[in-house]
């Protein structure tokens, strides 16, 4: 069974960056899409951003511009880039995989704590 495992997760001031890494423990056939979610406290899991196969990606408006998500199909690892990091970004952030045949993949996630 393949798994995901996200690293770079910390704890970081407001205004600074980290970048967030998910790989698969093994190969996902047929990707398509990549992506990461967060949940914050007491709050549902939301999708954060999103890339597919053929590169197009999407953000919520809360982090465009300050975010970018890039990612590699066939190696099934994917990135998030977040700059300009608020307090409002502190969340456990988790990486998804999904394929053409509807499998999902999800990771443990990784916690980002943004101080003010």
């Known amino acids: 069974q393949v798994h995901l495992v996200e690293s770079g997760g910390g704890l970081v001031q407001a205004g600074g960056s980290v970048r967030l890494s998910c790989v698969a423990s093994?190969?996902?056939?047929?990707?398509?899409?990549m992506a990461w979610y967060r949940q914050a406290p007491g709050k549902e899991r939301e999708l954060v951003a999103q890339?597919?196969?053929?590169?197009?990606?999407n953000y919520i408006d809360s982090v465009l511009g300050r975010f970018t998500i890039s990612g590699d199909n066939a190696k099934s690892m994917v990135y998030l880039q977040m700059n300009s990091l608020k307090p409002e970004d502190t969340a456990v952030y988790y990486c998804?995989?999904?394929?053409?045949?509807?499998?999902?993949?999800w990771g443990h996630g990784t916690q980002v704590t943004v101080s003010s």
């Open positions: 093994g190969t996902i056939l047929a990707v398509r899409t």
């Open positions: 998804n995989v999904r394929n053409i045949f509807d499998s999902i993949y």
């Open positions: 890339i597919t196969r053929r590169g197009m990606t």
